[in-house]
């Protein structure tokens, strides 16, 4: 739940990143004037749960409550590789100097340079929490 943002906030990188991982988000509605709710107002035009009480949350997570407990917690194969990798400076600049302030498509990045795909979404993921890039709508990345 994201109570205050401003546009460019690390809450607001937060919220992207949960809703990418398919997980509710929800957001408190601000002033239109105040630009420390900029960030909360446009997460709830781009679809976040809008939050006035407690009950919202409630209600919205009342599913989730009902669902049965998954008791495997261990990690396949796949996923333990992936939280493995390492990027190193050689990698990141090659990346970023296939990057520029035009959007091109993650999967463009990932032919250009012919990075793994995995090592590709890690280093987007240092750059954007660097905030020297941006995403955009449709998979697309430039650099700021």
């Known amino acids: 739940m994201v109570v205050e943002a401003a546009r460019r906030s690390g809450s607001l990188i937060s919220a992207r990143l949960a809703n990418e991982l398919g997980r509710l988000?929800?957001?408190?509605?601000?002033?239109?004037?105040?630009?420390?709710?900029?960030?909360?107002?446009n997460l709830i035009r781009q679809g976040a749960q809008l939050v006035?009480?407690?009950?919202d949350i409630i209600e919205a997570l009342n599913p989730v409550a009902t669902m049965p407990e998954q008791t495997d917690y261990s990690l396949d194969e796949k996923v333990?590789?992936?939280?493995?990798?390492?990027?190193?400076?050689?990698q990141r600049d090659q990346l970023l100097s296939n990057l520029g302030y035009t959007p091109v498509t993650v999967d463009d990045l990932i032919?250009?340079?012919?990075?793994?795909?995995?090592?590709?979404?890690m280093i987007i993921l240092e750059l954007d929490l660097a905030g020297k890039i941006e995403r955009h709508a449709g998979n697309y990345v430039s650099r700021i």
């Open 52 to 55: 006035t009480s407690s009950s």
């Open 111 to 121: 032919r250009h340079t012919g990075l793994q795909p995995d090592l590709v979404h």
């Open 25 to 41: 988000v929800f957001a408190v509605p601000g002033s239109p004037l105040d630009p420390r709710s900029e960030g909360t107002n």
């Open 80 to 90: 333990q590789t992936t939280m493995d990798i390492e990027t190193g400076d050689k």
